[in-house]
């Protein structure tokens, strides 16, 4: 079974302009999570989906955005980027999210720079 | 709030020593789920076990090793002879139920990089 995937895997943008970036979950997977990774905040939850709705959010600011799709893939969109919005962008898929019967297994993840 | 601390920053033993990364949680469930993730240099977070609250049994897997006390809130890894390859960061996390409908949500800890001298 193939993993989850993130497309791209490396992005170079400049500060004001958006990006979105995609994910895969595992084949019969139905929740996707997003967490931010830096060096200086370390691994961060940023939302969940599942079923094409959001059902979790961190504490980002309104910029950071995401969307499920009715195929479980999922996108994550930040616009206006700043400076510190560089950071490795890690997807997460589980079966259903709930931490009664679920893992989640994470793809290679998104390396975001904003220069 | 839930945190997972851990409080070794950085390891590095030299190869076939064994290792032990520390990981004290803090929550106020009594249904909670503990996990660690190893991510090598390639970035990927990679599974290693999941716990529940209600198993304290220690597990083994290989070279890999378990500790889960609730007294003492922490669920420590113990690597046994090991190897250059072991080589990653190491990440103890924490979810608890926020619902019955899930919310699956997992805290981590800073991590611990851990070096392997051959």
């Known amino acids: 079974k193939a993993g989850v995937t993130q497309t791209p895997r490396y992005l170079i943008k400049t500060r004001g302009q958006q990006v979105t970036l995609s994910c895969s979950p595992i084949?019969?997977?139905?929740?996707v999570s997003w967490y931010q990774q830096t060096p200086g905040q370390g691994l961060q939850f940023l939302f969940e989906?599942?079923?094409?709705?959001?059902?979790n959010k961190g504490n980002f600011p309104g910029r950071f955005s995401g969307r499920q799709f009715s195929n479980s893939r999922s996108e994550m969109n930040v616009s206006t980027l700043e400076l510190g919005d560089s950071a490795l962008y890690l997807c997460?898929?589980?079966?259903?999210?709930?931490?009664?019967?679920?893992?989640?297994?994470f793809g290679p993840g998104t390396r975001l720079t904003v220069l | 709030a839930q945190k997972v601390t851990q409080a070794q920053t950085e390891i590095s033993v030299v190869e076939k020593e064994d290792v032990t990364l520390d990981c004290v949680y803090e929550?106020?469930?009594?249904?909670?789920?503990l996990f660690w993730y190893k991510q090598p240099p390639s970035g990927e977070l990679v599974f290693l076990i999941r716990?529940?609250?209600?198993?304290?049994q220690n597990e083994i897997s290989g070279r890999y090793s378990w500790n889960f006390q609730k007294s003492t809130s922490s669920f420590n890894f113990t690597i046994t002879a090991s190897q250059v390859v072991d080589s990653a960061v190491y990440f103890c996390?924490?979810?608890?139920?926020?619902?019955?409908?899930?919310?699956?949500?997992?805290?981590f800890g800073t991590g611990t990089r851990l070096t392997i001298i051959p």
């Open positions: 997460a898929s589980s079966l259903e999210g709930r931490a009664v019967i679920d893992t989640q297994y």
């Open positions: 084949s019969g997977h139905r929740s």
């Open positions: 989906y599942f079923s094409e709705t959001q059902r």
């Open positions: 929550t106020r469930d009594t249904t909670y789920y």
């Open positions: 716990r529940n609250s209600f198993d304290e």
């Open positions: 996390a924490l979810s608890e139920l926020e619902s019955n409908f899930g919310n699956e949500k997992l805290t």
